[in-house]
């Protein structure tokens, strides 16, 4: 009996610890929003977040002009282009990830990735670019006027594409680029399926699948079918008539953007060796506390028990692969689809827009 007491009390006063140090944590989180705001220095307008929300927490905001160090390139940008990793920062959600972003509010305070624009300044070791240049890519805080990058981060931007097209991008091209040639390693002859086949990443990727010489099937709704089937698509199922897990084609690679299946429904879809690829996290309301997590523990717990392939990507944005995509989009093979163009003052309304779900290629912001 005291064995058990002891045990109690102890267990008692680890929760109590852990739950009193998690209170500290918790109102101790804060952010540098006052100082940002009140920091000497030239200035620019750029949006920042105080506290976790919807788009109605975005301001946008007189803050200090970025000075490149001996290693970056500062970039005026001309365009940018939001992502559902944008709201996910907003929001703090899944709520899991505060631990790492900030439990109470924002650690970071600025959003946005993907931009494009003309160089203004570079380091004195900066060797490959010069003022002047049309570049893009992608770096932190891009929903600004300026942004400085290392010259690793951009390319130049072809002349045959438009600020805008280049600043769609970054991260769903390349996403939907390491999908298609490193995780799904697709080769010619081969059948894809592509879930979300009209949003961001699925654009690219279907286009991305048929320069692969695959035989690619795309699931969206049927306002898109056509313009899924204008992207090179060989098969589109209208998933509101249609439910693409009862039909009888078995596919190579499935690329799933809209986890809105189970993974038994899935595998049931795929060759006895083919690959499932989980790129989509669901929408803001989906999976509240750890989003994705738990298909990726479920994922984990099946690949010992089956010969499909089964993993969750992660996009990693290297300069051989975002030149790889500038050459596609380049030479006419992979075309950016942009559903709608906001002026830079509406980026509220573009990341609200994007929250519906509904957009058909990607949301672009110009920034005049």
């Avoid at 000497?40 to 929300?53: N, S, V």
């Avoid at 160090?69 to 709201?87: G, K, M």
């Avoid at 799904?184 to 690219?204: D, M």
């Avoid at 320069?211 to 969206?220: D, F, I, L, R, S």
């Amino acid at each position: 009996m005291k064995l058990k007491r002891i045990l109690k009390w102890t267990l008692g006063t680890i929760v109590v610890v852990a739950f009193v140090c998690f209170e500290i944590a918790y109102w101790r989180s804060t952010n540098n929003c006052e100082q940002l705001m009140s920091a000497p220095g030239e200035r620019m307008k750029a949006y920042i977040y105080c506290d976790y929300g919807t788009s109605e927490v975005l301001k946008l905001a007189d803050i200090p002009k970025p000075t490149p160090t001996d290693t970056q390139v500062l970039v005026r940008v001309r365009a940018t282009s939001i992502n559902p990793y944008d709201w996910h920062f907003m929001r703090g959600t899944p709520k899991i990830m505060r631990l790492g972003v900030g439990l109470r509010k924002p650690k970071s305070t600025r959003l946005g990735v993907d931009f494009a624009g003309t160089v203004e300044a570079v380091g004195k070791n900066v060797t490959e670019f010069k003022p002047g240049d049309e570049v893009y890519g992608g770096k932190g805080g891009a929903f600004a006027q300026y942004v400085c990058v290392l010259e690793k981060s951009i390319v130049g931007k072809p002349a045959n594409l438009t600020f805008e097209q280049v600043a769609s991008s970054e991260i769903a091209g390349l996403t939907a680029l390491q999908a298609v040639q490193k995780d799904g390693k697709v080769q010619p002859g081969q059948k894809v399926l592509i879930n979300g086949a009209s949003g961001g990443v699925g654009t690219f990727a279907v286009q991305i699948a048929k320069v692969a010489g695959a035989e690619v099937t795309g699931v969206c709704s049927t306002r898109n079918v056509d313009l899924v089937k204008s992207l090179g698509a060989d098969h589109v199922i209208d998933y509101t008539k249609e439910d693409f897990a009862r039909r009888p084609e078995r596919y190579d690679v499935f690329l799933d953007n809209v986890p809105n299946h189970s993974l038994s429904e899935c595998r049931r879809v795929l060759t006895p060796k083919g690959k499932y690829i989980a790129i989509g996290g669901g929408g803001p309301d989906d999976g509240i506390w750890i989003g994705p997590m738990g298909r990726v523990l479920r994922l984990l717990l099946l690949k010992p028990f089956i010969g499909q392939e089964m993993k969750m990507m992660l996009t990693d944005a290297t300069k051989p692969d975002l030149i790889a995509l500038r050459d596609l989009m380049a030479s006419g093979k992979v075309k950016p689809v942009i559903d709608r163009n906001y002026k830079f003052e509406q980026l509220p309304a573009a990341i609200s827009y994007l929250e519906q779900g509904h957009a058909r290629g990607k949301v672009v912001v110009t920034v005049e």
